[in-house]
């Protein structure tokens, strides 16, 4: 009756425990992650969003603490200690954000409850311009995790092909920088200085942005061990 669901949109509103999922573009309506196929989506929809839920401004690479993000109506900037973060909360810099939704949806009696576990506001350029495309995911095994350096190498990778519609081997490992990454592990958010909870040959999947100037970028990466 539960699963996850990631979708990638706009942050359209903000209520107190909510927030409203929105278009990409103006003739791009928000999209859902469906059988490692991304699948355009119509009609608003409101996410429940509480405060445990793991908040991160992936272009700062700073998490945000949820009661900021939820009372940004009412919340007293001056309490917030990051001066960039300061900044655009008073700004309202997340209205219109682009970002990733990592949602449990649960099925009770023919009703759907979803909810935000974790949301990764992202920069504008990795979905502005038709980038869409070069989005794609990537599964595999912890081979191993470095606290130090906030990477993950996986082994027995295979990235997803959406021309063919089939995943492929990769012969080489790949380590994934958690910069700007949202981490789940067993459906529940963890920080970066939680890392250590993460096994070896734990199962992986990641939906990852390919840039040319910076390599592979990971902004969702879930794990199940």
Request: hydrophobic share 30%; no cysteine.
């Given at each position: 009756s539960t699963r996850l669901v990631i979708y990638r949109g706009t942050v359209e509103?903000?209520?107190?425990?909510?927030?409203?999922?929105?278009?990409?573009?103006?003739?791009?309506?928000?999209?859902?992650?469906?059988?490692?196929?991304?699948?355009?989506?119509?009609?608003?929809?409101?996410?429940?969003?509480?405060?445990d839920a793991l908040i991160l401004d992936s272009d700062l690479g700073k998490e945000i603490e949820p009661s900021y993000f939820i009372d940004t109506r009412f919340i007293d900037p001056q309490d917030i200690e990051d001066e960039e973060l300061r900044r655009r909360i008073e700004?309202?810099?997340?209205?219109?954000?682009g970002a990733y939704f990592i949602v449990k949806e649960t099925h009770v009696d023919g009703d759907v409850y979803e909810e935000v576990l974790a949301l990764n506001l992202t920069p504008a350029d990795i979905h502005e311009g038709g980038r869409l495309h070069i989005e794609h995911s990537a599964i595999g095994e912890v081979a191993e995790v470095n606290i130090d350096n906030?990477?993950?190498?996986?082994?027995?990778?295979?990235?997803?092909?959406?021309?063919?519609?089939?995943?492929?081997n990769v012969r080489t490992q790949e380590t994934i920088s958690t910069d700007k990454a949202v981490i789940l592990v067993n459906?529940?958010?963890?920080?970066?200085?939680?890392?250590?909870?993460?096994?070896?040959?734990?199962?992986?999947?990641?939906?990852?942005?390919?840039?040319?100037?910076?390599?592979?970028?990971?902004?969702?990466?879930?794990?199940?061990?």
């Open positions: 509103d903000i209520h107190d425990y909510g927030v409203n999922l929105g278009r990409l573009g103006y003739r791009l309506d928000y999209l859902r992650l469906e059988d490692n196929q991304w699948k355009e989506i119509s009609g608003r929809r409101k996410l429940t969003l509480t405060e700004e309202r810099f997340y209205f219109g954000k906030e990477s993950i190498t996986l082994t027995n990778l295979k990235h997803w092909n959406t021309l063919n519609k089939r995943w492929e459906d529940k958010p963890i920080g970066k200085d939680e890392l250590y909870n993460i096994r070896r040959r734990a199962k992986v999947y990641a939906v990852k942005s390919k840039d040319s100037s910076t390599g592979d970028d990971a902004y969702v990466i879930i794990v199940e061990q």
